[in-house]
């Protein structure tokens, strides 16, 4: 850049309101990555409001929860949006120095019937069905125990299975459906319907269900919500309150509630 070009420049910036000055010296560029779609999309919505709160967001997506964490851990990222449970999976995998500083988004999984209106008219021997992989079949089981619907054994984990249920007061009816059936489970037509189904957000919404028709529901800022995870040392760096301060508001959740319609929920 040529001398001349310079010296307009330094006139330029000293010319600027002391205030407009401030604002352009605090916007510090922010590096935020993750991995599902959805976050990204609520990031880049995120990122346009992110200058009048001091930072500049900069956002990327990672194909693998794998590799977002240790792009945290490393220093390549300032922090990333992911699940708990995938966060402290890649932590006990890997050993690495990175922790939650907040909660981001949720997409709850619920329990739904065709049959009764609360889960106080749910009768005795009813009818549960609930998804067989792993992940979600905990979910479900552990939203019932959070309920008090079931008991589970001590220590049972982020996974438990049937054989974990200690306690079943209205001697709940398991069966176990691929997390795409779970509703076909409830309808009328099969020879023995369930009463109740433990439904994925994803394929609730698909079939005209919202997060308010269910009749228990996951905790939209529990541990299988969305967080922003950085590294050990960082917890304490200003940007992360100013982060929050772009994220959190009124317009970023009317933002989710409208691009998602419950498929994706703000959980703070």
Known sequence: MHRRAILKLLATAAALPAGVALARAQNQAIRISTVS???GTVLDFVKQKSPTKGIALETAAYRSYEALAKAIDGGQIDGGILGRTQLAEEVRKAGLNIVPVGVTTGSPLGIYSAQYPTWDAVPA????????DAYNRGRALLLLRDRDAIGLREGAGPEPTLADVTRNPKRLRFVEVAAADALKALSPTNLDPAGLAAILPFYAKLNGLRPADALLLEDKAGPHA??????GADTGKPWIGRFFDAYRTDEVKAFIDRQFDGLLVASW
């Open 125 to 132: 021997e009813t009818t549960v069905a609930i998804p067989n």
């Open 226 to 231: 969305s967080v922003l995870a950085v590294r």
């Open 37 to 39: 779609g959805f976050d």
